[in-house]
T-cell receptor, first 114, second 112 residues
C-alpha cells in the first residue's frame, strides 16, 4: 500500500537559516510527489511537484525539494527561512490506481523564529 | 479569477441534521475530491469524482454523500449518520494524473 511519512511533527529554525522538512514515501511504481503549504484556517497551496527528470525540483516562494529514489525521500528545503514561512507543510504522493487520489503525510509544522 | 470556491466558510450543525457543503470550480477540471482534515491526522479522502455523473468512495465515506451533476460542482452532504462530523473539510480539483490538485479555502463544520 502506498504511504507517506513526515517524521517530524514540528521543525524550528531561526530566520535566515536553511530549513529542511522531511518526507519519505512508499509506492509500488514511479512516484508522483507533491508539497503543499497550509496557513491557519486556509486551504492548501501547491508548492512544487516531482514527476520525472531532475532530482532537484524548484517551486514557489524559494522552496525546492530533492527527490532521492534510493532513500525513497522527497525532502523540502529552503536556503534562507523567513518568519512568514511559518505554516503547516504536507507531503503527498499520487495514488497509483490511476484515480488521481493524493495520499498525504500527517503534516509538519514549521516555526521560523526572528 | 479561476479557482475553487467553497461555501460556507463556517457551518454549525445540530445533532441529527444533514448539512451540505458547496464546492464550485471554474478551472475546467474533470476530477474533484473531498478531504477531511483533523488535527494531527493529515487529510483523509472522503469521496472523489473523475467525471460528471460518476463518483467513488474514498477512505472514510461512511456518513457522507455526494453528487456530480455538473462538471463545475461537487457538493458534499454530511448526514446524521456521521458520528463525529466536526472537522475542516477541503475540496480539491485536478486536471490529470500528473497535475497538482488545487484546493478551496475549506469549510469548518462544528456540531453544536
Amino acid at each position: 500500500a502506498q504511504s507517506v511519512a513526515q517524521p517530524e511533527d514540528q521543525v524550528n529554525v531561526a530566520e535566515g537559516n536553511p530549513l529542511t522538512v522531511k518526507c519519505t514515501y512508499s509506492v509500488s511504481g514511479n512516484p508522483y510527489l507533491f508539497w503543499y503549504v497550509q496557513y491557519p484556517n486556509r486551504g492548501l497551496q501547491f508548492l512544487l511537484k516531482y514527476i520525472t527528470g531532475d532530482n532537484l525540483v524548484k517551486g514557489s516562494y524559494g522552496f525546492e525539494a530533492e527527490f532521492n529514489k534510493s532513500q525513497t525521500s522527497f525532502h523540502l528545503k529552503k536556503p534562507s527561512a523567513l518568519v512568514s514561512d511559518s505554516a503547516l507543510y504536507f507531503c503527498a504522493v499520487r495514488d497509483d490506481s490511476n484515480t488521481g487520489k493524493l495520499i498525504f503525510g500527517q503534516g509538519t509544522t514549521l516555526q521560523v523564529k526572528p | 479569477d479561476g479557482g475553487i470556491t467553497q461555501s460556507p466558510k463556517y457551518l454549525f450543525r445540530k445533532e441529527g441534521q444533514n448539512v451540505t457543503l458547496s464546492c464550485e470550480q471554474n478551472l475546467n477540471h474533470d476530477a474533484m475530491y473531498w478531504y477531511r482534515q483533523d488535527p494531527g491526522q493529515g487529510l483523509r479522502l472522503i469521496y472523489y469524482s473523475q467525471i460528471v455523473n460518476d463518483f467513488q468512495k474514498g477512505d472514510i465515506a461512511e456518513g457522507y454523500s455526494v453528487s456530480r451533476e455538473k462538471k463545475e460542482s461537487f457538493p458534499l452532504t454530511v448526514t446524521s449518520a456521521q458520528k463525529n462530523p466536526t472537522a475542516f473539510y477541503l475540496c480539491a480539483s485536478s486536471m490529470g494524473y500528473a497535475s497538482e490538485a488545487f484546493f478551496g479555502q475549506g469549510t469548518r463544520l462544528t456540531v453544536v
